[in-house]
Each structure stands twice: as structure tokens, then as C-alpha cells.
């Protein structure tokens, strides 16, 4: 089970590195915006799977983090953006 | 392999593939608001499916229970930034006359 898991975590970073690779070549900042979400969503699964193949709970507390410094930080720059334009 | 782990195997694996067609969906598509829809199903979708296979591994009560945190955390915040994007593509002006040309263009196509 675990080796599943492990193969199904791999695929998800290869996902993770496009997303971040888009972020480099994305033509707009909304753009930008959209790939850092992605990117923390696919963090937070990641962490989710690596508490479980190696059984430590504690990625779990990492992962809630992130999930809300995504929010945070996408919610600060089209806040950002509106006041300045 | 018991049945419980062919269930979170399945789970796991359809959340893989929300996952793929979302990073697919938010590099190919043309406009942007339909890449806030590749990236909403990524969101919901993969996450949800992946968190419900996941959930049965678990080892206590207490990790199950930050696992559905976690999810509804995700969910609301989602939400909320998919909104404030959406309003933002939506009132900026070249964005919204770069959505009109390519909609436009499809359609004399």
C-alpha cells in the first residue's frame, strides 16, 4: 500500500514542479495567482500522503499551515492589486 | 491487498487524475476565467477524492478529524480566492477586452 502511495506522491511533485515552472512563464499576474494556488493545494495533499507512508502525524499540523498561508497570501495580493490600480 | 486499501487505492488514484487534468486544464486553456474552472476542479475534486482515501489509513481519531479540518479549510478558502480572482479578472479593463477579442474570434471562426 504504502509503495502505491509513494508513486502516486512522485506523480504529484512532477505536477508540483510544471505548476512551478508555469508560475516562471505565466503572461499575467492573475495567472500567477491561479499556479500558487495549485501549487499549495498539491503541497497539502502531498504532506497529507507523507504522514501516512511515514507514519508521522505531525505533517498533518505542516499541511493545515499551508493550506492557510495559501489563502492568506493570494487573498493579500488581489487585495494588493485592486488598491493600487 | 484488503478491501479497505483497494478502496483508498481508488480513491486516491481518481484524485490523482482531477489533479493531472487540472495542471493540464491551467496550462492549455485560452482565457482565463477558464483556467479558474481547470483549477476549481483541482481544488475540490482531487483534494476531496485524495483526503477520502486517505481517511480509512489513518491511525486515531484525532488525525481523521484534522484530515476533514484540513478539507474544509480548503474548501472555504478556495472559495473565497477563486471569488476574489474572478472579480478582479472580471473589473480589470484589458482583461475583460482580451475576453471579448477571443470569444469574438471563435465565434467567426
Known sequence: MIIYLSIIAFILTMLLMISLVYILRAPDNADCLLSTQLVGTIGVVILAMLSIIKNQPYLLDIALVLALLTSILVLTFTQLSKDTS | ?109
Open chain 2, 1 to 109: 491487498m484488503t478491501i479497505i486499501q483497494w478502496f483508498s487505492l481508488l480513491f486516491c488514484v481518481s484524485g490523482l487524475f482531477f489533479f493531472i487534468a487540472g495542471t493540464i486544464g491551467l496550462i492549455r486553456f485560452p482565457t482565463m476565467l477558464s483556467r479558474l474552472h481547470a483549477l476549481t476542479k483541482a481544488d475540490n475534486l482531487g483534494l476531496g477524492l485524495i483526503i477520502i482515501g486517505l481517511l480509512p489509513q489513518m491511525s486515531s481519531f484525532n488525525n481523521m478529524l484534522k484530515l476533514v479540518l484540513i478539507w474544509v479549510l480548503v474548501m472555504f478558502s478556495s472559495a473565497a480566492c477563486s471569488y476574489l480572482i474572478a472579480s478582479q479578472i472580471v473589473t480589470d479593463k484589458p482583461h475583460r477586452n482580451k475576453l471579448i477579442n477571443t470569444s469574438s474570434k471563435k465565434e467567426n471562426k
